[in-house]
């Protein structure tokens, strides 16, 4: 059964920083693109970042609005992938999705919640 699990999100003010990692099972990590969506309220969900398989780490892309503060990495030793938000504004307040291919499927995980204060 192939599973995502987020974790680290919260409340930080404007400014600060935050690290989302999540975990998968159920795949063989190392070959797969993930990637990190967020959906703010009645927004539709949109990709934040994403990073390719590769063993140096992968390629990375990301939205304008979060480049030059967001990094995507990986460890696959550890089947997880990271998304540290640093200087964060109050419009990345959103919840925060990782998300994969497998068998031409998009996996979810169940989201975490990041609210950034002003």
């Known amino acids: 059964q192939v599973q995502l699990v987020e974790s680290g999100g919260g409340l930080v003010q404007a400014g600060g920083s935050l690290r989302l990692s999540c975990a998968a099972s159920g795949i063989i990590f190392r070959i797969n693109s993930m990637g990190w969506y967020r959906q703010a309220p009645g927004k539709q969900r949109e990709l934040v970042a994403t990073i390719s398989s590769g063993g140096s780490g992968g390629s990375t892309n990301y939205e304008d609005s979060v480049k030059g503060r967001f990094t995507i990495s990986r460890d696959n030793a550890k089947n997880t992938v990271y998304l540290q938000m640093n200087s964060l504004k109050p419009e990345d307040t959103a919840v925060y999705y990782c998300?994969?291919?497998?068998?031409?499927?998009?996996?979810w995980g169940q989201g975490t919640q990041v609210t950034v204060s002003s």
């Open positions: 998300n994969v291919n497998w068998a031409g499927m998009p996996i």
